[in-house]
């Protein structure tokens, strides 16, 4: 494997449609030889949503991090580690699937719940299926982004990001979702 694409953030092109990653914006949180794991950062799940703010009496917006493994609970915080079961995703935020210690660290309030974002499940890909994703242009990688992981983000960020790639991504910004409806 000559590149990684851990970091990055990949935005699907209006191909990929009818499925959770229409419109989807993913962080690739891990990428080797054996494959990729990514989360998509703008897609709520309202039911499990709901849920967790009658378990916790204050309101908690999980998000749909892909299609695999949806009974995994997944967190990106900002700061520093809680605990030594992380994976480091740049200086500011980190992954990690310990529940309770988040948990704990939020009753306690040594965390703030607006310095986590919660996910159900995840994306991941084969060995050499990203790459061949990215390949047939399913996928858009942007190199560089400024982006706080912890944010509530809806639809509107993919649209706001193929906006501020310009070109050609206006179009797709601006098109309907159901293309056929153009």
């Known amino acids: 494997m000559n590149y990684s694409y851990k970091g990055k953030i990949l935005i699907s092109t209006p191909d990929v449609s009818g499925d959770i990653f229409s419109r989807s914006v993913v962080l690739i949180v891990d990428h080797n030889e054996n494959g990729a794991f990514g989360l998509i950062l703008n897609k709520k799940n309202s039911d499990v949503s709901s849920s967790l703010k009658e378990i916790f009496g204050f309101k908690v917006d999980v998000y749909e991090g892909g299609p695999v493994e949806n009974d995994k609970i997944f967190f990106i915080v900002k700061g520093k580690p809680v605990n030594e079961f992380f994976i480091e995703i740049n200086e500011e935020f980190y992954l990690t699937e310990?529940?309770?210690?988040?948990?704990?660290?939020?009753?306690?309030?040594?965390?703030?719940?607006s310095d986590i974002k919660v996910f159900s499940g995840y994306s991941g890909w084969a060995a050499q299926q990203l790459?061949?994703?990215i390949s047939r242009k399913l996928w858009t990688v942007v190199e560089v982004y400024n982006l706080d992981y912890t944010l509530p983000n809806d639809q509107s960020l993919w649209k706001?990001?193929?906006?501020?790639?310009?070109?050609?991504?206006?179009?797709?910004?601006?098109?309907?979702?159901?293309?056929?409806?153009?």
């Open 160 to 182: 706001s990001i193929m906006q501020n790639l310009g070109g050609e991504f206006l179009l797709w910004a601006n098109a309907p979702e159901d293309i056929s409806m153009n």
């Open 98 to 113: 310990d529940v309770q210690t988040i948990v704990n660290e939020i009753f306690e309030q040594r965390l703030s719940p």
């Open 131 to 133: 790459e061949g994703e």
